[in-house]
């Protein structure tokens, strides 16, 4: 049974940083291409980041271009998102996704994603 598993929201004031973890099961990690979703209040959901199997491979939605860094760390079965220079635009439930497709363009379809985690909720205070 595949399990993602999102840890490290919480509410953070404006200007500050947070750093997100996704842990893995029930997968093969290092062939999957990982990534982060965020749904704010009223709004469908949107791409973030996402990093290829082997973590050299990076993309960013244009929002949070410079501001934050997707990693992966193959041998713990997680990957991250560092946060810094947080907005009150940022608030979300963010998503932790996984998809067996290698290109990275495919996040820009979440139904292509095969497995999501349950979320976890940033809140960032004006």
């Known amino acids: 049974q595949v399990q993602l598993v999102e840890s490290g929201g919480g509410l953070v004031q404006a200007g500050g940083s947070l750093r997100l973890a996704c842990a893995a099961s029930g997968l093969l990690f290092s062939r999957w291409s990982m990534g982060w979703f965020r749904q704010a209040p009223g709004k469908g959901r949107e791409f973030v980041a996402a990093?290829?199997?082997?973590?050299?491979?990076?993309y960013y939605a244009d929002s949070v271009k410079g501001r934050f860094t997707i990693s992966r760390d193959n041998a713990e079965n997680t990957v991250y998102l560092q946060m810094n220079t947080l907005n009150p635009p940022d608030t979300a439930v963010y998503y932790c996704?996984?998809?067996?497709?290698?290109?990275?363009?495919?996040?820009?379809?979440?139904?292509?994603?095969?497995?999501w985690g349950k979320g976890t909720l940033v809140t960032v205070s004006s």
């Open positions: 996704a996984a998809t067996a497709a290698s290109d990275l363009w495919v996040f820009g379809s979440p139904g292509r994603m095969n497995y």
């Open positions: 990093v290829g199997r082997r973590g050299d491979d990076t």
